[in-house]
């Protein structure tokens, strides 16, 4: 059971216009999402996150935002530049916050080619 | 220069061979994980540890093996019984009860 959904496999975009990426989960008991960026043959880097008691968080040029009523997340880079060119994921912390660190469930993830 | 190495970058074998990937971490983070990325699917998680001599098999740990002998250092068996063993492997870490995992560069394995 695939509990978090990136449904676009790719998503091309003109450098300078806003890149959207979405991620849809089915756990309501979802609290925190993650985003990471992972170029080829490199390991994931963290891009930023969002708690389920906000619904926007804000860093640079990367926005995420989250409407818990329809389970849905997305990724906003504005404005897009080629060097974000590569695979992002979406993920969630599984179980409850507590003394012991949590597992993460990742979407299958969306390639976002940014064109010069 | 703290961070978490991952060795070697890539690794071929034999089917029915056993092979050893390496991580070892230089932040003091106390969890470490194991996944596989495949084309076109997200990471899956391998097995995972919260402290030294501890571990837990996560979604797809058929197939594969553990230790954690030491703080630093987890290194994930690939045996021979694993049916599908190609693939790029990553090893993360967390730092107490964060959230956020950091990546090694990953292993790419390919059995032939």
């Known amino acids: 059971d695939q509990q978090v959904k990136q449904n676009s496999p790719s998503l091309s975009v003109q450098e300078g216009r806003i890149s959207i990426l979405n991620c849809d989960y089915t756990n309501s008991m979802f609290d925190y999402f993650l985003w990471y960026k992972k170029y080829p043959a490199e390991g994931p880097t963290f891009l930023i996150s969002?708690?389920?008691?906000?619904d926007k968080n804000e860093d640079g040029r990367f926005t995420v935002f989250l409407n818990k009523s329809a389970k849905h997340l997305s990724l906003h880079i504005v404005p897009s530049q080629p060097g974000d060119s590569a695979v992002y994921f979406c993920a969630a912390p599984r179980g409850v916050s507590s003394g012991s660190a949590r597992q993460l469930t990742f979407g299958s993830g969306t390639q976002l080619t940014v064109l010069p | 220069d703290g961070g978490i190495t991952q060795s070697p970058k890539y690794l071929f074998r034999k089917e029915g061979q056993n092979v050893t990937l390496s991580c070892e971490q230089n932040?003091?983070?106390?969890?470490m994980y194991w996944y596989r990325q495949d084309p076109g699917q997200g990471l899956r998680l391998i097995y995972y540890s919260q402290i030294v001599n501890d571990f837990q098999k996560g979604d797809i740990a058929e197939g594969y093996s553990v230790s954690r002998e030491k703080k630093e250092s987890f290194p994930l068996t690939v045996t021979s019984a694993q049916k599908n063993p190609t693939a790029f492997y990553l090893c993360?870490?967390?730092?107490?009860?964060?959230?956020?995992?950091?990546f090694g560069p990953g292993t790419r394995l390919t059995v032939t």
């Open positions: 932040l003091n983070h106390d969890a």
């Open positions: 993360a870490t967390t730092q107490g009860r964060g959230l956020e995992q950091y």
């Open positions: 969002i708690s389920s008691i906000k």
